[in-house]
């Protein structure tokens, strides 16, 4: 499932206007294309909530191990972190996520 939610967060994408755009991604109905994701891999109710949890947990989580490496001096993730706006971009998403959670919720349940 871990996986999967990994898959969903860059695929459908689980992000942030700004971010996602700056990925190439435009608009799209992302509740829609997560609720798509779980038809495929066949989840029924249980699984669909573990997914909305394990996101909560991957969105509330965001930046960690970026910053980690950053902290290690990781050349390529200090590129990476300014590139992408530091810890703004994180925080940023994890607004987004809080203010359309429950676009996703009633998407999938």
């Known amino acids: 499932m871990y996986d999967l939610v990994q898959f969903a967060r860059m695929c459908v994408p689980i992000d942030d206007d700004l971010s996602a755009s700056s990925l190439g991604w435009e608009t799209s109905d992302r509740p829609g294309r997560l609720r798509l994701v779980a038809d495929v891999y066949g989840l029924d109710e249980e699984e669909r909530r573990e997914l909305l949890q394990i996101l909560d947990t991957a ?51």
Do not use: C, K, Q, S
Request: cysteine-free.
């Open 59 to 109: 969105v509330d989580r965001g930046g960690e191990f970026v910053w980690r490496r950053v902290e290690a001096g990781d050349p390529n993730f200090i590129r990476m972190w300014n590139d992408m706006g530091g810890m703004e971009r994180y925080d940023r998403r994890r607004r987004w996520w809080t203010e359309h959670r429950w676009d996703f919720v009633h998407a999938l349940v």
